[in-house]
């Protein structure tokens, strides 16, 4: 297994409930409240606005609760100023980490970080340091059931993606990040909102680093722990495990 949604799907294993709701809604709150600060309150006519409902819809928050968070951010209540800042570092094994965050203080956030580094075999880079490891992309997924795989290729092709992988699961989509609004409008139209729509860190496939059992431990539990933080919106790697290994911890 490998790729940027490697810990997503692991989690996903270990089971949806094992998340409280409360820190997700949290997370994607802070989402919603930059989006709508940085741009338009319009999500038709804010891109990154439109992606974080969308997310917040999936997660099944309440209607006025997204509501209160984009006005928020636009500025019509009062609210917390939220700074967005990117931490880049090493994990176990030499895996490559981007730690993207939404805080409210800068000196929390790099304490928890880097101390989640350093209490699982880690340690913190320089900017840029691992950046140039991953590529930006878009990356959009719909449920199995709405389309074919053969269906979901040909109108992901048509929209302008580069990238198209149907699973017993689902369906990811990948495309330019230049193209993200377009693949995804294009989508919608046709099968209807996707469950997820955002611009991730994608691993570039020769950069990924295979990983044993010993160190997957580790690693997971270091991505668990920033995941685990409020401020801490995503957490990009890339292992590459092979799913025998991975069937094994799940276990």
């Not at 691992?130 to 709405?146: H, K």
């Not at 919608?188 to 691993?203: D, M, N, V």
């Amino acid at each position: 297994m490998a790729g940027h949604s490697q810990f997503s799907n692991i989690m996903h294993r270990k089971g949806a409930q094992d998340k409280k709701r409360a820190k997700v809604f949290s997370k994607l709150i802070r989402e919603i409240t930059v989006a709508a600060r940085s741009g338009m309150s319009d999500p038709d006519a804010n891109p990154r606005l439109r992606s974080a409902i969308i997310a917040a819809r999936a997660a099944n928050m309440p209607k006025d609760t997204i509501e209160r968070a984009v006005s928020r951010g636009a500025g019509d209540e009062e609210g917390v100023s939220y700074e967005e800042v990117r931490y880049e570092g090493f994990g176990p094994g030499g895996v490559s980490l981007i730690v993207d965050v939404l805080t409210d203080n800068r000196n929390r956030s790099a304490a928890e970080v880097r101390s989640a580094f350093n209490k699982h075999g880690g340690n913190l880079g320089e900017s840029g340091s691992v950046s140039y490891l991953f590529d930006r992309v878009g990356a959009i997924s719909y449920p199995v059931a709405v389309t074919s795989a053969d269906e979901m290729f040909e109108a992901a092709l048509e929209a302008g993606a580069g990238d198209v992988e149907s699973t017993e699961t689902g369906h990811e989509i990948i495309c330019e990040a230049d193209d993200f609004n377009d693949v995804r409008d294009a989508l919608e139209q046709k099968f209807g909102a996707p469950e997820t729509a955002s611009l991730i860190w994608r691993p570039q496939p020769q950069t990924q680093v295979a990983i044993e059992e010993s160190t997957a431990e580790t690693l997971f539990k270091l991505i668990e722990t920033l995941d685990d933080s409020d401020d801490v919106q995503t957490v990009s790697a890339n292992f590459d495990i092979a799913d025998e290994v991975l069937a094994k911890l799940m276990a």
